[in-house]
């Protein structure tokens, strides 16, 4: 996991910096173990990090 996390620093966030309210690794990360977990949409990756944001927050 750890190697993961380290890789996604290297990935460019292009988006506005005044704009930004989550960091691009958190958003992946989010991303990603929701779409583990089954998620379909963006709506069910919200429901899913409220959810499990303690652990989340770990990574």
């Known amino acids: 996991?750890?190697?993961l996390l380290e890789w996604m620093e290297y990935?460019?966030?292009?988006?506005?910096q005044s704009k930004?309210?989550?960091t691009?690794?958190?958003?992946?990360?989010i991303v990603l173990f929701a779409t583990l977990?089954?998620?379909d949409d963006w709506v069910e990756m919200a429901l899913f990090?409220?959810?499990?944001?303690?652990?989340?927050?770990?990574?």
Do not use: F, T, W
């Open 37 to 39: 977990a089954n998620a």
């Open 20 to 22: 930004v309210r989550h």
């Open 49 to 59: 990090a409220e959810d499990y944001q303690d652990y989340l927050r770990k990574y």
């Open 1 to 3: 996991m750890q190697e």
């Open 11 to 16: 990935i460019e966030d292009s988006r506005q």
């Open 24 to 29: 691009l690794k958190d958003i992946l990360v």
